[in-house]
């Protein structure tokens, strides 16, 4: 399972979630390879916005569906349900879940 967005789902989640929601970030190295980095984002002085990208962790992503959306998943014989007016995002791993329910929920213009 993983723990939080991998570098191209970071990448989307920063054009559609607030920055504060993230808490953790990608770090830019050389030659554009990004670095994870597990220090826990807090505030503006911890990123650079030209060259790192926010991250999300699992526990952040589940805190932004329940807190705004009220959602929450549930196992389904291994893989992980969100469910929502709009839909269902269904995936093995629940870091996917997540990010594929908040694109369905950007898409129908609610966040």
């Known amino acids: ?3 939080y967005t991998d570098l191209e789902q970071s990448k989307k989640l920063a054009e559609i979630l607030p920055a504060d929601s993230a808490d ?7 030659s554009d ?9 807090i ?7 030209d060259y790192d990208v ?3 962790s699992l526990a952040a992503l589940l805190e932004y569906l329940l ?14 349900e969100l469910y929502d007016k709009i839909g269902i995002a269904t ?4 870091v996917d ?11 129908q213009g609610l966040i």
């Open 24 to 30: 953790m970030y990608w770090r830019n190295g050389v």
């Open 97 to 107: 879940a997540c990010y594929e329910m908040i694109l369905k929920l950007h898409e």
């Open 91 to 94: 995936n093995n791993d629940l």
């Open 54 to 56: 926010p991250c999300w």
């Open 67 to 80: 807190v705004n959306f009220h959602q929450y998943p549930i196992n389904n014989d291994g893989h992980w």
């Open 43 to 49: 505030g503006i002085d911890h990123i650079d916005y």
């Open 1 to 3: 399972m993983k723990s």
């Open 33 to 41: 390879k990004y670095i994870q980095c597990f220090t826990p984002y």
